[in-house]
């Protein structure tokens, strides 16, 4: 009789751990975060584009914003320290580059090429140390700020290197490759130094 008394007790105590540990995992599985995610990607349009890539630098910088309100004590300051990653390309907009060629004394003019450009910028941000004050905090607003002040730092910086004189020099090599193509098919290819030919 004692025997099955413990039994007995053993089966409800195993009843009962059996349940606490369902009600555990079930406890577990619940309480993970569930994410949804939706995304509608629109194309706005296509366009045609003839740019001439000659170089591309590598950026990074350290851009700290830090501002308040009222007045620049603790409560009332808000900072944020960022790291930005750039690839910056220079090169040419060849949209702006006539060509005309001459049939009979085979040669092909061309105008000089323009003057090298910043084409585009790909950059990341990584924020550290993003300290707010009780009465400040970073809005939408002042990250897309922050955005738009590193992407202008990045190409203050790119224009005052060397990268538009590199792309400037590449751009000239890209021309006499240019020439050798066409004097290797019978071809000459000049520089244009007189008015355009009227058609």
């Not at 007045?71 to 580059?97: C, H, N, T, W």
Request: hydrophobic share 40%; no cysteine.
């Amino acid at each position: 009789m004692l025997k099955l008394r413990y039994l007995l007790y053993l089966a409800l105590l195993a009843v009962i751990a059996g349940g606490l540990w369902w009600l555990s995992s079930e406890w577990v599985a619940r309480s993970r975060v569930h994410t949804t995610q939706n995304a509608t990607i629109l194309l706005e349009r296509i366009q045609k584009v003839a740019k001439l890539t000659t170089v591309e630098g590598y950026f990074s910088e350290l851009y700290e914003n830090r501002s308040f309100q009222y007045f620049d004590i603790y409560p009332f300051q808000k900072k944020v320290l960022v790291r930005v990653k750039a690839k910056v390309s220079a090169g040419f907009d060849l949209e702006q580059l006539s060509l005309e060629t001459d049939q009979a004394g085979k040669t092909i003019w061309i105008n000089a090429l323009p003057e090298p450009t910043i084409l585009s910028i790909d950059h990341d941000l990584d924020y550290y140390d993003i300290s707010e004050g009780l009465f400040t905090s970073f809005s939408e607003a002042d990250y897309n700020k922050i955005l738009s002040e590193a992407k202008d730092l990045i190409r203050k910086k790119a224009s005052e290197s060397s990268l538009l004189a590199e792309a400037s020099a590449q751009g000239k090599d890209f021309l006499d490759m240019v020439r050798l193509i066409a004097e290797s098919s019978g071809w000459q290819l000049k520089i244009r130094s007189r008015p355009e030919m009227k058609q």
